[in-house]
């Protein structure tokens, strides 16, 4: 499978426990996006990599929340402290850029439960 | 005003006739349009990129997009029950080219 891999896909934690989610993007693409899905809502955008250089956060990244890219190939996203509102659909993209045109492709989510 | 809107559905269509999945955008996005199709309990599938005014066909989706009006819209011909999911409009910022923002989704379904 050539596509965008992440692991693991589902998780069932605890309130106030930490939890890693690891996104493989595909293999040629240099761009790494990681976003946090709702039920009834479109994805939104969390936070994204350019090789290892992460390039922008957004403010629903709280300082609970971590992302690395430490050799501008695999990512890992951390949570700290879990709360019940962090149960979402947590969903990574990776691009390659060509010209001014740049396609995201989905990875399968990682579905994360707070208890 | 949300950067992307979308009417939430559900959009009920019968297999064979045309669907129609309308979204509008504000000032601050711009440049890319996507439509994505997502199935329950699945991730995004990219279906269409846009990137200039006018239609945009591939196999039984065309995409339009009318910057004067600010839309972009996605018609699916011979509607089949698999085409029952999402359709989640997305495009990017002026200000972050590579940031998309997204609807809040359309549900269409396509009843036999």
């Known amino acids: 499978d050539t596509g965008v891999s992440q692991d693991p896909r589902h998780k069932i934690t605890k309130r106030g426990q930490n939890v890693t989610f690891r996104c493989d993007p595909i293999s040629e693409h240099n761009r790494l996006y990681w976003y946090r899905q709702t039920l009834g809502q479109g994805p939104e955008f969390l936070t994204y990599f350019q090789n290892e250089a992460q390039l922008e956060k957004s403010r629903l990244l709280s300082d609970r929340f971590s992302a690395e890219r430490p050799k501008g190939s695999f990512s890992t996203l951390e949570i700290q402290r879990t709360e019940q509102g962090d149960s979402a659909m947590y969903l990574c993209a990776s691009s390659l850029v060509s010209g001014s045109k740049e396609t995201q492709y989905f990875g399968p989510g990682t579905r994360l439960l707070v208890l | 005003q949300k950067e992307v809107e979308q009417n939430s559905g559900p959009l009920s269509v019968p297999e064979g006739a045309i669907a129609s999945l309308n979204c509008t955008y504000s000032?601050?996005?711009?440049?890319?349009f996507f439509w994505y199709r997502q199935y329950s309990g699945k991730s995004p599938e990219l279906i269409m990129s846009i990137y200039s005014n006018g239609d945009k066909e591939d196999g039984r989706f065309t995409a339009q997009l009318n910057k004067a009006s600010q839309y972009v819209s996605l018609l699916i011909r011979d509607s089949q029950p698999s085409d029952s999911a999402t359709y989640l409009c997305a495009a990017t910022r002026y200000s972050s080219a590579s940031k998309i923002i997204f609807g809040s989704g359309t549900r269409l379904s396509i009843r036999p």
């Open positions: 000032d601050r996005v711009s440049q890319s």
